[in-house]
């Protein structure tokens, strides 16, 4: 760990922490445009994944996530656990695009799940919460039969307003971002780095060099690496 690269940690009061799928996949969740992701081997995953599948085939739906998208058995890893220390010293917040629940479990306080969640789920009929643990038995709800479904956001489906206005208002008010595990090429999220403080430094750690198209310190390096050296 380079001391300066230390030193903008040390000094920043609003981090904000933009993220995806490369913070999970030391956990154990594959990513999903890698030559081993999700979308490589499956051609319809983004049918799959869509509003218009769980509405005109649910049962096609429900397999395809339970079988694809859950891995309740996955830990939190150090990139987890260092920056949920630093929500928990309220000086970072989280954006992340993973719906994983692993931040959760790390136990980050300051955190926008901007894809939602597939550990939260809900019943389309009564809008009622339901345990995870029920809909990966059974996809209907035992209180009215509906059908469950997870709160995450589906192809097709618009964001949750809130999420954008915290993720936008955390941008605003960050003196350094640091985005990691994330080509930064899905929208709306990839669109957050125009609503940054012009004067928050950008720290990109990724294995993949980035272009993002704003003055960026890239650390092109394996993010476990970066964040078991990073002091918190």
Same mark, same amino acid.
């Given at each position: 760990?380079?001391?300066?690269?230390?030193?903008?940690?040390?000094?920043?009061?609003?981090?904000?922490?933009?993220?995806?799928?490369?913070?999970?996949?030391?956990?154990?969740?594959?990513?999903?445009?890698?030559?081993?992701?999700?979308?490589?081997?499956?051609?319809?995953?983004?049918?799959?994944?869509?509003?218009?599948?769980?509405?005109?085939?649910?049962?096609?739906?429900?397999?395809?996530?339970?079988?694809?998208?859950?891995?309740?058995?996955?830990?939190?890893?150090?990139?987890?656990?260092?920056?949920?220390?630093?929500?928990?010293?309220?000086?970072?917040?989280?954006?992340?695009?993973?719906?994983?629940?692993?931040?959760?479990?790390?136990?980050?306080?300051?955190?926008?799940?901007?894809?939602?969640?597939?550990?939260?789920?809900?019943?389309?009929?009564?809008?009622?919460?339901?345990?995870?643990?029920?809909?990966?038995?059974?996809?209907?709800?035992?209180?009215?039969?509906?059908?469950?479904? $997870?709160? #995450? @956001?589906?192809?097709? *489906?618009? !964001?949750?307003?809130?999420?954008?206005?915290?993720? %936008?208002? &955390?941008? =605003?008010?960050?003196?350094?971002?640091?985005?990691?595990?994330?080509?930064?090429?899905?929208?709306?999220?990839?669109?957050?780095?125009?609503?940054?403080?012009?004067?928050? $430094?950008? #720290? @990109?750690?990724?294995? *993949?060099? !980035?272009?993002?198209?704003?003055?960026?310190?890239? %650390?092109? &390096?394996? =993010?476990?690496?970066?964040?078991?050296?990073?002091?918190?």
């Amino acid at each position: 760990m380079e001391a300066r690269l230390q030193k903008l940690f040390d000094d920043a009061t609003h981090i904000v922490f933009l993220t995806g799928a490369g913070v999970s996949t030391p956990s154990g969740i594959p990513d999903y445009r890698s030559k081993n992701g999700l979308y490589t081997g499956h051609h319809n995953a983004e049918y799959y994944l869509s509003h218009a599948c769980l509405a005109k085939e649910p049962e096609t739906f429900y397999q395809y996530v339970k079988q694809n998208l859950y891995y309740p058995d996955a830990k939190p890893n150090v990139i987890h656990q260092k920056q949920a220390a630093l929500t928990q010293q309220n000086r970072a917040t989280v954006v992340t695009q993973n719906i994983d629940n692993l931040y959760r479990e790390a136990g980050c306080q300051h955190l926008v799940e901007f894809h939602g969640n597939l550990y939260k789920v809900y019943c389309q009929v009564c809008g009622q919460p339901a345990d995870w643990h029920d809909y990966l038995k059974d996809p209907h709800h035992e209180v009215d039969g509906g059908w469950l479904r $997870p709160d #995450v @956001v589906l192809y097709d *489906e618009g !964001l949750n307003a809130t999420n954008i206005q915290r993720a %936008v208002g &955390a941008m =605003a008010a960050a003196d350094l971002v640091v985005i990691v595990g994330t080509s930064m090429r899905v929208y709306l999220f990839a669109g957050l780095l125009n609503y940054r403080n012009a004067k928050a $430094p950008v #720290v @990109v750690i990724n294995q *993949e060099k !980035l272009d993002l198209g704003v003055p960026i310190e890239m %650390v092109q &390096a394996d =993010a476990t690496s970066f964040f078991n050296e990073l002091q918190v």
